[in-house]
């Protein structure tokens, strides 16, 4: 007789799924509040900064963000689950957590509306809808993104006072994760070495600085707003990297066998533009047993927290197996 | 005969010269120290976020964040030019007033960038040299200028922790003044009214957003970082509003009247691009009156102030007589 004080890992990945569907919604709501409402003379612009956030997402940064805080709050899966993560927080600091997450979410989408730039990608379809520019114009979408990249530091700086200690960190790890010394540097060195032969060295900073580290900076910013201890943070630092890092070449991955219906943007575009993609540079087989090997350092990681970081170990199992 | 205590205006004026060189100094050196050298991969991205500021730059901006501060410490113009407005403040707090000077300057370094690009306002000449999309190109551009953006976060989030409180603030006051409840939004109806009849409440609506809100941000910022009480604040944020609305008229009537080996960027580029302003509205008699006017506003609430305005005072008549 089965009891119920072993899950299954099917039980584990069920009880994830909800957790994320119920994140997102929380998510999704306190997003809304803290979007500018179409109206004004600026009702455009406030139109064009809400377009390319309900065509949804997976929302995976502003969960990291929470994922991160229950980590360094010792919350167990069970009572994340059971909507427990809060309890025992201040109203003030929950706020705060709370626009911590969307500010990431804002950023990360002001980065795409760029990337997907003529001058840039020149990409027509992202979440399955035209990019912003194809809606709103080039000046527009420019502007919009811009809007949405302050955004992101308006929200945090506009929690309560009695919480500007745990904020004034999470701005940080946000600015040093999507500024010169993390994401951009990422995409200008990715568009550099368009139709340019590119190393593995190479190809590791772009997926860095591109990617990993705005993921890991979700972690990190809801280990700030938890005042995390250092090995706590040490560990989430390490766990964040890796689980960056495997986003991205799953990304690459899909790009090349992945289904443009699913994915709601263009398959093969990589190597359309001649990116440096890992399975351009080592071979599809090879990418995937890049992924395997980094998840196998984040279980190893991981694992000894039991059930703290059960939710972080599914998300590193989902992230590796999506297909969109 | 003449005594030591009763300067004439012309002296003011002499000290007023002499101090905002001495702070552009310290400002730029300062800047310098935190800027990215251009090494490593993303070389080429440190080198364009460094192109638009060793331009120069009057640094009115970041200035005001020094005279905010200096205002609501009660420093007088005197001790200001005798290098005594850091007397009692603390090392960590003169460090964090200064990472805010410089990070209003980057971050409107950064929408001068994007307000130049093809698909804005596209201008060939800024600050005398050829504008970042036409020495970079488009993406490099425009990614040099998120790299900025972001930059000016990561500046006042990298203060010393124990700064945190005035940072948190000051942080918000820039984000507020830059993101969509200000320059954004002042951009995207200025785009919108070109080639279309405004009126002088869209042109002030323009106005306030697109310039003047950054402006009073400087001297908010510098409130902040010496926790000004409510009067002062409220006093800055009037001037503020005014002395910002003062510059954008001025910029207006050069733009018609000035010369553009001056002021380092094309005269008449409104007028070809049909810009909404003033003296396409109302003409250029009545916009020096305009201007006159918030001077004289500017100047009943500064004098009754005595010593610690002066430069304020100062400051708004220089932005009115300035020919660049």
Not at 156 to 175: D, N, T, V
Not at 212 to 231: D, F, S, T, V, Y
Not at 237 to 257: H, P, R, S, T
Request: charged share 25%.
């Amino acid at each position: 007789m089965k009891t119920t004080e072993q899950p299954t890992s099917m039980d584990k990945r069920t009880a994830f799924l909800q957790y994320m569907s119920l994140r997102r919604k929380e998510v999704e709501a306190f997003l809304w509040s803290l979007l500018p409402q179409p109206d004004g003379m600026a009702a455009k612009l406030n139109e064009a900064m809400r377009y390319p956030l309900e065509a949804g997402g997976k929302r995976i940064r502003p969960i990291l963000v929470l994922m991160g805080l229950d980590f360094c709050r010792d919350v167990g899966w069970r009572e994340a689950l059971a909507g427990k993560s809060w309890d025992g927080v201040e109203a003030d600091l929950q706020e705060a957590a709370m626009r911590a997450a969307c500010a990431i979410e804002v950023v990360h989408t002001y980065s795409l509306i760029h990337d997907d730039l003529p001058c840039m990608d020149d990409d027509d379809l992202r979440r399955g809808r035209p990019t912003s520019h194809k809606v709103y114009g080039e000046a527009l979408a420019v502007l919009s993104a811009d809007a949405l990249h302050t955004l992101g530091f308006q929200m945090i700086s506009s929690s309560a006072e009695r919480c500007a200690l745990p904020c004034f960190h999470a701005i940080r790890e946000l600015a040093v994760a999507c500024g010169y010394p993390g994401m951009v540097a990422g995409q200008v060195v990715d568009l550099e070495y368009e139709n340019k032969p590119g190393t593995e060295e190479v190809l590791e900073y772009i997926h860095l600085h591109k990617t990993a580290k705005l993921i890991r900076a979700g972690l990190l910013m809801g280990a700030q707003m938890a005042e995390a201890n250092e090995r706590d943070y040490a560990l989430l630092e390490e766990a964040g990297y890796k689980l960056g890092l495997i986003f991205q070449v799953v990304d690459d991955i899909l790009d090349v066998v992945g289904d443009t219906q699913v994915m709601g943007k263009q398959a093969g575009s990589d190597e359309a533009s001649h990116k440096l993609t890992y399975p351009a540079l080592i071979g599809l087989e090879k990418s995937r047993e890049r992924a395997a090997v980094l998840r196998n350092e984040i279980l190893s990681v991981l694992r000894p927290e039991g059930d703290r970081a059960e939710f972080l170990i599914q998300m590193t199992e989902w992230l590796l197996e999506r297909n969109a």
